[in-house]
């Protein structure tokens, strides 16, 4: 069993008696004992209904990291096994057996186990672990409980969930607030020991709404992207066409590439479709309540003389309709843009600032942006500065030729 860094340990040096010939004396066995006081921070066992986890809709993931490899829980067992109600654990472990013997802690990997609300941020405020009775071994006694502080756009450690109480263990902690939480290891060892053999996994709490930071904070304009890369991980990450470009931005350090001519959408998760991360906003022609916005403003670029147009195309993911901004010879298919604004001109060779009243653009008809997808002729493109504002004037006064 592995044990957390830093809980409570008593170490006693203890001398062993062993059968020594004559004129050999005892010495001590430089070997500690080691007990740990007060280590299972389990408490009363809650019910596993209601669960955050089903009542969001919350994708599961379990990844190997360094280098990162995603496994596909439904090859193992029905993912909705997890959230269904009952403690009662399926015949096969979770994840791969080869995949649990190849995590090589020496060389930095891990296995981590992700629970992603995706756009609706949660308050937290205990998990219950429902474990397969028949596999002990396998039991998840000893695991960091880590949350995505979206402000901060990083990674904090949460309360360590240590257990020997059994099959079934709930933790309360004081509430966490956010849309991302993960499971890993404490330290100094492979995690899991065994397999995970979860029959069900419950999250306890309540939903708070909205889960962007600008929402959040109730803030007149909400940043999609200017300088961060986790905002838009899910148009580059399992991508070769696009990525992060660090310099050369209309604002800030980094801009998002399309490295070739290509149409890049956000990477599928169900039951979200191909849509944002924190992105859940409403466009009114008045807004007012948190996550309405009318005004969106971004800046693009041609990547070189060969690119022969440029698109941005923005609405819901799921259904239509949507709408898009471009210029040059680049156009969605008919059938997954209902409203296009195509601008006059060549496309930009340098920084150029589109500007659009998307109440106005749309006739009212578009009420919802949770997805953003690219596209570019020829050659790529460079993206930067997508925001939207509630009202004009909130909107960034970006030094670049501006388009409207």
């Not at 009662?88 to 013997?101: E, K, L, R, T, Y």
């Not at 899991?192 to 109730?218: C, K, Q």
């Not at 479709?273 to 948190?290: Q, Y």
Request: hydrophobic share 40%; with cysteine; glycine share 8%.
């Amino acid at each position: 069993m592995c044990h957390g860094a830093g809980d409570p340990v008593v170490d006693v040096l203890a001398d062993q008696a062993e059968t020594r010939g004559p004129g050999q004396h005892l010495t001590p066995d430089p070997v500690p004992v080691v007990r740990r006081a007060g280590w299972d921070n389990a408490g009363a066992t809650q019910d596993l209904t209601p669960n955050l986890i089903k009542t969001t809709s919350a994708y599961l993931d379990v990844r190997l990291v360094n280098p990162t490899r995603y496994i596909d829980l439904g090859k193992q067992n029905a993912v909705a096994l997890l959230t269904d109600g009952r403690a009662d654990a399926p015949a096969n472990p979770w994840v791969p057996w080869s995949v649990i013997g190849a995590i090589r802690i020496q060389d930095g990997q891990e296995l981590q186990f992700t629970v992603d609300t995706f756009r609706t941020q949660v308050r937290l405020t205990g998990i219950t672990f429902a474990e397969d009775p028949a596999h002990p071994v396998s039991w998840l006694r000893d695991v960091q409980l880590q949350w995505w502080d979206t402000r901060a756009g990083l990674w904090k450690d949460g309360p360590k969930l240590l257990s020997d109480a059994g099959a079934v263990h709930t933790h309360t902690f004081e509430p966490l607030f956010s849309s991302h939480f993960r499971l890993r290891t404490t330290g100094g060892g492979v995690w899991p020991v065994g397999n995970i053999r979860l029959g069900e996994l419950a999250f306890h709490g309540t939903v708070v709404g909205n889960s962007h930071r600008d929402v959040l904070e109730g803030n007149e304009l909400a940043v999609l992207f200017d300088d961060r890369d986790d905002d838009v991980r899910d148009i580059v990450e399992d991508s070769t066409a696009a990525d992060i470009q660090i310099g050369g931005a209309a604002v800030g350090t980094r801009c998002l590439r399309l490295k070739k001519a290509v149409e890049r959408y956000p990477t599928s998760r169900a039951p979200f479709g191909h849509a944002m991360h924190d992105w859940d906003f409403r466009i009114v022609e008045n807004p007012g309540a948190p996550g309405e916005y009318r005004y969106l403003q971004f800046a693009w670029k041609a990547l070189s003389p060969a690119t022969s147009g440029i698109s941005v195309r923005l609405g819901p993911a799921k259904s239509a309709p949507v709408f898009s901004a471009s210029i040059g010879d680049s156009h969605w298919p008919p059938q997954t843009s209902m409203v296009e604004k195509q601008f006059e001109g060549p496309v930009p060779a340098d920084w150029k600032v589109v500007h659009i009243d998307l109440w106005k653009f749309t006739a009212g008809v578009v009420k919802v942006v949770d997805q953003l997808a690219l596209r570019s002729n020829g050659d790529g493109a460079l993206f930067d500065g997508f925001v939207l504002a509630r009202t004009e004037t909130a909107l960034p006064n970006l030094p670049w030729p501006r388009s409207t």
